[in-house]
């Protein structure tokens, strides 16, 4: 069996310490070596390998065209009680979404709520991760987030890709249970999730791409190479309506720059995130909202499930279940992938066998 072919199961530790050695070859300090590395694997351990190890390869190429800065942080815009407007300044996601979220959970704690305003960030990653910090804090949390790089996803009724999959993400914290997070791009799937199917030689489901002359295709590399393609929203006009929303307040008014360039050449991949943070505390009774949330999730879980189901999932479930089968057993990485980490860790200047060695694959 080819390389390409090959599916390599990698031990979690094993695959942190890989990871972190092509991560350096960005001149990252070490703390950005395990923000970023730590939060690409974390994507991984969920399911989401669209968000995961697999963007190296591109942060590679944004890197060494200039598109994304290592070791930058994030710069106050306009600082007032409860609204922050931040700049990312091309910063690794990993690292700007995280101080993002700090300022912002700081200011809701103090004042009950605050408005994120986020700009000119590279990549967040899963945007899933910036409301778990969220959660963490005890905060719910809403976050429109844009993308700013060849357009992906087509409009409702169009022909062709004008805009990015434009995250769309809630998080829930209530005591003693997990965090309730609904993460997920307005178009059918996530464009990384197309990259894999491609990779791994696979179809998508049907409904989800359309190829360069607008018809339906079940085929990859449509989003991959070209001559391109586009994503469908999700739901049909209801997806594109919230990607529009995304694009109007992640874009236009978080960031001031919305998704107008077709250029292909170009690598890098920014993000404007809107994000609202709010503590229920200083909202009303938070006994009672919690046990309120509670008790309907209860109320639809009963649910008796329909031909085809096991039972009712809430929004999290499956990336707990991926996170603990994952950890103990190790993370799938395709041959395609892997070689295309490798080829990145080369051009920036890291030995392919070194990372190799580390991750057992050699």
């Not at 060494?64 to 910063?91: K, Y």
């Not at 307005?186 to 464009?191: G, N, V």
Request: hydrophobic share 40%; charged share 20%; with cysteine.
């Amino acid at each position: 069996m080819s390389e390409t072919h090959t599916t390599h199961l990698i031990p979690l530790p094993r695959l942190q310490t890989a990871m972190a050695r092509v991560v350096r070859g960005f001149g990252s300090s070490e703390a950005e070596v395990a923000a970023v590395a730590d939060n690409l694997i974390a994507a991984n351990l969920t399911g989401h390998d669209s968000h995961g190890i697999g963007m190296l390869p591109r942060y590679a190429e944004a890197f060494l065209q200039g598109g994304l800065q290592p070791n930058a942080h994030v710069s106050t815009v306009l600082d007032s009680p409860n609204m922050l407007r931040l700049d990312g300044n091309r910063g690794f996601g990993q690292v700007i979404g995280r101080e993002a979220m700090a300022l912002g959970i700081e200011r809701a704690r103090a004042h009950g709520s605050c408005i994120v305003a986020l700009g000119n960030a590279h990549h967040l990653g899963r945007i899933g991760a910036w409301a778990e910090q969220a959660a963490d804090a005890g905060l719910v949390s809403v976050h429109f987030v844009n993308v700013i790089s060849r357009a992906i996803v087509a409009p409702h009724g169009g022909g062709d890709a004008r805009f990015g999959t434009n995250p769309f993400c809630v998080g829930v914290p209530l005591s003693g249970q997990p965090h309730v997070v609904l993460d997920f791009a307005t178009s059918m799937i996530a464009q990384g999730k197309t990259r894999v199917a491609h990779n791994k030689g696979e179809d998508v489901p049907p409904g989800c791409l359309i190829d360069d002359q607008g018809r339906p295709t079940t085929t990859p590399r449509y989003t991959v190479i070209p001559p391109f393609g586009a994503l469908l929203t999700f739901g049909g006009h209801k997806g594109f309506g919230l990607a529009l929303m995304c694009e109007l307040l992640g874009g236009a008014l978080a960031a001031n720059m919305t998704q107008r360039d077709d250029d292909a050449t170009r690598r890098r991949v920014l993000n404007g995130m809107f994000s609202v943070l709010v503590d229920p505390a200083a909202l009303g009774d938070r006994a009672a909202f919690e046990r309120e949330a509670l008790g309907f999730m209860d109320w639809a879980q009963a649910s008796p499930p329909r031909e085809g189901y096991e039972r009712v999932q809430l929004a999290g479930a499956p990336e707990r279940a991926y996170r603990a089968e994952r950890t103990a057993r190790g993370v799938p990485v395709d041959g395609t992938t892997w070689q295309e980490i490798l080829a990145a860790a080369s051009k920036l200047g890291v030995d392919p066998a070194a990372v190799q060695a580390d991750a057992g694959t050699a």
